[in-house]
Nanobody, 123 residues
Framework: QVQLVESGGGLVQAGGSLRLSCTASGRAFRSFTMGWFRQAPGKEREFVAA????????VCADSVKGRFTISRDIPKNTVYLQMNSLKPEDTAVYYC????????????????WGQGTQVTVSS
C-alpha cells in the first residue's frame, strides 16, 4: 500500500510561484509513475503533469506548459510540482497520484491519491 501526502499549497498573487511536494510511504513508490491533478469548484479533475518511475519522461498539460515543472527525488520518496507565473485560473485543489507504468494522463488510471492541497491565486 502507498500513502501520499501533499504539502506546499497556499495563497499567492498572480505572477507568483509555489512548490508543491508529495511524499509517499512505501517502497513501491520507486516503481510508480507519479502525477499531479487539480480540481476547481464545479469542474472535473484535470491532468496537470506526470513523471515516469525513473524520473525521465515527463508530460505537462498545455495549460501549464512552460510554467509548471514536475520532478522527483527518489531517495526522498517525494515528487514536486514547481509552479511559476501563476494565474487566477490555476486556483484549485491539487492532488498527487500514483500508478504503475506506463505514464498516463487520465485520473481514472491512477490507483493511489493524496488528500489534496489548496492553491489560491489572487488577481
Amino acid at each position: 500500500q502507498v500513502q501520499l501526502v501533499e504539502s506546499g499549497g497556499g495563497l499567492v498573487q498572480a505572477g507568483g510561484s509555489l512548490r508543491l511536494s508529495c511524499t509517499a510511504s512505501g517502497r513501491a513508490f520507486r516503481s510508480f509513475t507519479m502525477g499531479w491533478f487539480r480540481q476547481a469548484p464545479g469542474k472535473e479533475r484535470e491532468f496537470v503533469a506526470a513523471i515516469s518511475w525513473s524520473g525521465g519522461p515527463t508530460v505537462c498539460a498545455d495549460s501549464v506548459k512552460g510554467r509548471f515543472t514536475i520532478s522527483r527525488d527518489i531517495p526522498k520518496n517525494t515528487v514536486y510540482l514547481q509552479m511559476n507565473s501563476l494565474k487566477p485560473e490555476d486556483t484549485a485543489v491539487y492532488y498527487c497520484a500514483g500508478k504503475l507504468d506506463p505514464l498516463m494522463t487520465t485520473p481514472w488510471s491512477y490507483n493511489f491519491w493524496g488528500q489534496g492541497t489548496q492553491v489560491t491565486v489572487s488577481s
